[in-house]
């Protein structure tokens, strides 16, 4: 299968509502990070994990390594979160490249 | 703070013309990377370059050559635009580590 699955692949939420996205790898990673990009096409970093949880203001991120996956929770949705968040993983070997999930596009319903 | 810049935004090519698309970041960041992104595809990784004059391929290098000549900067040419060919390359940089990763904004190709 594909190295990295994410789900589901689009998401709409009412303003306020919470919600999560979920990276399955079908290998051991070595880390794992987030991205949003915007309508500009342009890629954010949200977050890095090695391991554990990790929260920025209305998101948090956790990497699991052993049970091979990684969650993204958006909590009280504004209209800049807006765009398509990707996860990456990284598979240990040295290299720093990432594989990336076919991402999630993620609009709030008007 | 860096920046990371790529050059040019947009791209137009004719079937069999050979494109360059360049791009330069101040981070002093080791490691750059050139990624496509084709609709519903995610990014897949064409080459990357872990220092100055390294080359690695990725997983879709095959019809693209590329050059790392200064730690700053870090050149994609396409060897022979595929008609109708239409994607977004993005360019990126990070530490060794790979914790600090940063992209540009892209360039956007089309081919006529």
């Known amino acids: 299968g594909m190295p990295v699955e994410q789900n589901p692949p689009a998401l709409s939420l009412y303003e306020g509502a919470d919600s999560g996205l979920r990276c399955n790898f079908s290998?051991?990673?070595?880390?794992v990070q987030w991205f949003q990009q915007n309508h500009r096409g342009r890629l954010i970093t949200l977050f890095y994990?090695?391991?554990g949880t990790k929260e920025n203001g209305r998101l948090k991120s956790t990497f699991n390594s052993k049970e091979r996956y990684s969650t993204l929770h958006i909590k009280d949705a504004q209209l800049e979160d807006s765009g398509t968040y990707f996860c990456a993983a990284e598979a240990g070997t040295g290299s720093n490249r990432l594989t990336f999930g076919k991402g999630t596009k993620f609009s709030l319903i008007p | 703070g860096g920046i990371i810049t790529q050059t040019p935004k947009f791209l137009i090519g004719q079937e069999g013309q050979k494109l360059t698309l360049k791009c330069q970041q101040n981070?002093?960041?080791?490691?750059m990377y050139w990624y496509r992104q084709d609709s519903g595809k995610g990014l897949r990784l064409i080459y990357y370059s872990i220092t100055e004059n390294d080359l690695q391929k990725g997983d879709l290098s095959e019809g693209y050559d590329a050059s790392r000549e200064k730690k700053s900067s870090f050149s994609l040419t396409v060897t022979s635009a595929q008609k109708n060919e239409m994607a977004v390359f993005l360019c990126a940089s990070s530490i060794r580590g790979g914790s600090d990763y940063t992209f540009g904004s892209g360039t956007r190709l089309l081919v006529i």
């Open positions: 981070f002093n960041h080791d490691t």
């Open positions: 994990l090695a391991q």
């Open positions: 290998t051991t990673m070595k880390s």
